[in-house]
């Protein structure tokens, strides 16, 4: 079963609005990660965000990292229609860190021109 | 190309043939994933290696899938006996060391009729 959850399912904007996607999850993280997926394709890493870290950056993306809510956010400023894509957070759990990513099942975002 | 490569792209086969899918991790990378990938929903993990040792496998790894890596390099992934239950993209990712972040191949889209 998928551990990450997002929301919202699915996100319409216009061309240079900001875009926000949340993820909640249930277990203790060593990093949280935030992956897109352009439809039919593979998955590409964005950003990784440790435990021990409350907020990245990187480029046009920020992400936070809220550990006592066990909750994520991932920013897109100024939108372009390329960001039209699924994206996904994915868990790398304390216990078993680096044997496996627990994926939540991905907020479509639609960035209109 | 340096990324990750996966063949074939797509595979149709009948329920009940056999089928089996290659995957080229980053030549560095000691660490390689396999998911699964269903419509609308994010990958689940199937299983990993690190090296030539299988390490772990999911609870939806059946006995009718298999994976190898062997020296370390190349893996396969076979299935046996094909459900349609089985139709699904399935991703390949590989991790270098001391990295935790995955990369991924552009998955191999598997359609039982």
């Known amino acids: 079963s998928q551990q990450g959850e997002e929301d919202p399912q699915a996100l319409s904007i216009q061309e240079g609005e900001n875009a926000t996607m949340n993820c909640s999850y249930k277990?203790?993280?060593?990093?949280l990660q935030w992956y897109r997926q352009n439809s039919g394709r593979g998955l590409v890493h964005l950003i990784l965000i440790r435990s021990n870290e409350r907020e990245k950056h990187s480029g046009r993306l920020r992400v936070t990292l809220d550990t006592s809510k066990k909750s994520s956010s991932l920013l897109i400023t100024a939108s372009r229609a390329a960001d039209t894509a699924s994206y996904f957070c994915a868990t790398d759990p304390f216990e078993t860190s680096g044997s496996r990513l627990t994926f939540g099942e991905g907020t479509q975002l639609t960035v209109n021109p | 190309d340096t990324g990750v490569s996966q063949n074939p792209r797509h595979k149709i086969t009948k329920r009940g043939q056999n089928v089996t899918f290659r995957c080229d991790p980053i030549?560095?990378?000691?660490?390689l994933y396999w998911y699964r990938q269903t419509l609308g929903q994010g990958p689940e993990f199937l299983t990993y290696?690190?090296?030539?040792?299988?390490?772990?496998k999911s609870r939806l790894l059946s006995d009718r899938f298999s994976a190898e890596r062997p020296k370390g390099s190349f893996s396969t992934l076979e299935i046996q006996r094909t459900e349609q239950g089985d139709s699904a993209m399935y991703l390949c990712?590989?991790?270098?060391?001391?990295?935790?972040?995955?990369?991924f191949g552009p998955g191999t889209r598997l359609t039982v009729t």
């Open positions: 290696f690190q090296n030539e040792a299988q390490l772990e």
């Open positions: 030549s560095e990378h000691n660490r």
């Open positions: 990712a590989s991790r270098g060391r001391r990295k935790y972040e995955q990369y």
């Open positions: 277990t203790s993280i060593n990093n």
